[in-house]
């Protein structure tokens, strides 16, 4: 079992930065990737970032590419999430994530391949 814990969220005004942390616990040795989703009201939960293997590769959506950046400190079992130039459509719920498939090409952009989960922080961007 690996725990996340969300911390970060808040109320922002259009423009504004945020870092979202995600700290991990458990039996984290079973990682290979670690992803960033978010879930809008009436929304289905969708990728936004996600950071995996030695060479800490990333993928982001194209809605957030410039802008978000994906981070991981392995030493604090922590991956990070700033975003910058943040816009009213990025108001949602976003979670953390842990996956323990192996990369097939894909695998780290789908939510069904992600095994444990955060309890999620609100970030709020206000027009």
């Known amino acids: 079992q690996v725990q996340l814990v969300e911390s970060g969220g808040g109320l922002v005004q259009t423009g504004d930065s945020l870092r979202l942390s995600c700290a991990a616990s458990?039996?984290?040795?079973?990682?290979?990737?670690l992803g960033w989703f978010r879930q809008a009201p009436g929304n289905e939960r969708e990728f936004v970032a996600a950071?995996?293997?030695?060479?800490?590769?990333?993928i982001y959506a194209e809605s957030v590419k410039g802008r978000f950046t994906i981070l991981r400190d392995d030493v604090q079992n922590t991956v990070y999430l700033q975003m910058n130039s943040l816009k009213p459509e990025d108001t949602a719920v976003y979670y953390c994530a842990v996956s323990t498939r192996t990369n097939t090409g894909g695998t780290y952009y789908h939510a069904n391949n992600y095994a444990y989960w955060g309890q999620g922080t609100q970030v709020t961007v206000s027009s």
């Open positions: 458990g039996r984290t040795a079973s990682t290979n990737a």
């Open positions: 950071i995996f293997g030695r060479i800490e590769a990333t």
